[in-house]
């Protein structure tokens, strides 16, 4: 393991492990909009939503493309759909993996 560490560049691992969790995220992101399609909508966040999901998974492999304002975005977008009692459950999954991609996020130097 030391070897690969000190091969790869600082903050390589953590944009590694990010890739792996962004994975996650969109998944569970894309089930919620599937299956509150109608709540988020009158919420008035499903466009944006979709559009942010859209843009990271074309550059999921880049996290320096989308960790900036894309990023941002979709975290506003998640404390919104938090404000609703009823997607409040929903999303303790996506909670648990915004901040895991948040702390290796802050060591990736994002």
Same mark, same amino acid.
């Given at each position: 393991?030391? *070897? +690969?560490?000190? %091969? $790869?560049? &600082?903050?390589?691992?953590?944009?590694?492990?990010? *890739?792996?969790?962004?994975?996650? $995220?969109?998944?569970? #992101?894309?089930?919620?909009?599937?299956?509150?399609?109608?709540?988020? /909508? =009158?919420?008035? *966040? #499903? =466009?944006?939503? &979709?559009?942010?999901? +859209?843009? #990271?998974?074309?550059? /999921?492999?880049?996290? +320096?493309?989308?960790?900036?304002?894309?990023?941002? +975005?979709? *975290?506003? %977008?998640?404390?919104?759909? /938090?404000?609703?009692? /009823?997607? &409040?459950?929903? $999303?303790?999954?996506?909670?648990?993996?915004?901040?895991?991609?948040?702390?290796?996020?802050? $060591?990736?130097?994002?």
């Amino acid at each position: 393991m030391a *070897v +690969e560490e000190s %091969i $790869l560049g &600082a903050g390589e691992r953590e944009r590694r492990e990010i *890739v792996g969790y962004i994975q996650m $995220l969109l998944d569970s #992101i894309n089930d919620l909009m599937i299956k509150y399609k109608l709540e988020l /909508k =009158n919420m008035g *966040v #499903i =466009n944006r939503l &979709a559009i942010i999901t +859209e843009i #990271i998974t074309m550059h /999921k492999y880049n996290p +320096e493309t989308y960790m900036g304002t894309y990023w941002e +975005e979709l *975290v506003s %977008i998640i404390n919104t759909i /938090k404000q609703d009692q /009823k997607l &409040a459950n929903e $999303l303790k999954d996506i909670e648990e993996l915004v901040e895991k991609i948040n702390s290796l996020r802050q $060591l990736a130097k994002f």
